[in-house]
């Protein structure tokens, strides 16, 4: 079983910033990809951003040049930076991962709960 925690949500005014943290926990032995989604009020689940073993990355439009995913492979965990933030930004944010598990070949993905950004003046 692996486990995936997330933090950092929470209320921000539009402008500000947050960095949402995804730790996952269990048998790893690698993180082949990491993303973020986001599943705003009445509308479907979205890729946020994602990054890839090689530390590729991929951004939705809406969040090019204010969002910044990394990882830190030691600590097995995902992070979004998220600046000037907007109103539209507010959403519940899903940490989502592709892991090779300890004594496997195959590949297999985890989500986060998710964890409640509300961009609000």
């Known amino acids: 079983q692996v486990q995936l925690v997330e933090s950092g949500g929470g209320l921000v005014q539009p402008g500000g910033s947050l960095r949402l943290s995804c730790a996952a926990s269990?048998?790893?032995?690698?993180?082949?990809?990491s993303g973020w989604y986001r599943q705003a009020p009445g509308k479907e689940r979205e890729l946020v951003a994602a990054i890839t073993i090689g530390t590729s990355t991929n951004y939705a439009d809406s969040v090019k040049g204010r969002f910044t995913i990394s990882r830190d492979n030691a600590k097995n965990t995902v992070y979004l930076q998220m600046n000037s933030l907007k109103p539209e930004d507010t959403a519940v944010y899903y940490c989502?991962?592709?892991?090779?598990?300890?004594?496997?070949?195959?590949?297999?993905?985890?989500w986060g709960k998710g964890t409640l950004v509300t961009v609000s003046s």
């Open positions: 269990g048998s790893i032995s690698s993180i082949n990809l």
């Open positions: 989502h991962v592709h892991v090779t598990r300890d004594g496997y070949y195959s590949d297999r993905d985890y």
